[in-house]
Nanobody, 128 residues
Framework: EVQLVESGGGLVQAGGSLRLSCAVS????????IGWFRQAPGKEREGVSC????????NYTGPVKGRFTISRDNAKNTIYLQMNNLRPEDTAVYYC?????????????????????YGQGTQVTVSS
């Protein structure tokens, strides 16, 4: 059974930092591109970042570029999202997702293709 379990969310003041983790089991992480996306109440799902399975290629959407950093540790089957200089508009449930790397991860980040597996999400709340 494939599982993606996010952790590390919480309440933080604007300007603060959080590091989200996504623990993956049941698949060979080396074969999968990983993405983070978020969804705030009443808003559509928004891609945040993605990382390829092999060459370390990463991509970020505009609102988080320069503030968030995605990384992966395949030996630990874990993907991380370091979030710095958080803003109230970053408040959302954050999800990680995995896609068998048939395409560049950017295609999944911007919704051109769907991920294969999803986590259950972790809440991030940024107070002003």
């Amino acid at each position: 059974e494939v599982q993606l379990v996010e952790s590390g969310g919480g309440l933080v003041q604007a300007g603060g930092s959080l590091r989200l983790s996504c623990a993956v089991s049941g698949l060979t992480l080396d074969d999968y591109a990983i993405g983070w996306f978020r969804q705030a109440p009443g808003k559509e799902r928004e891609g945040v970042s993605c990382i390829s399975n092999t060459d370390g290629y990463t991509n970020y959407t505009g609102p988080v570029k320069g503030r968030f950093t995605i990384s992966r540790d395949n030996a630990k089957n874990t993907i991380y999202l370091q979030m710095n200089n958080l803003r109230p508009e970053d408040t959302a449930v954050y999800y990680c997702a995995a896609a068998l790397a048939r395409f560049r991860c950017t295609y999944y980040l911007y919704g051109r293709y769907e991920y294969d597996f999803y986590g259950q999400g972790t809440q991030v709340t940024v107070s002003s």
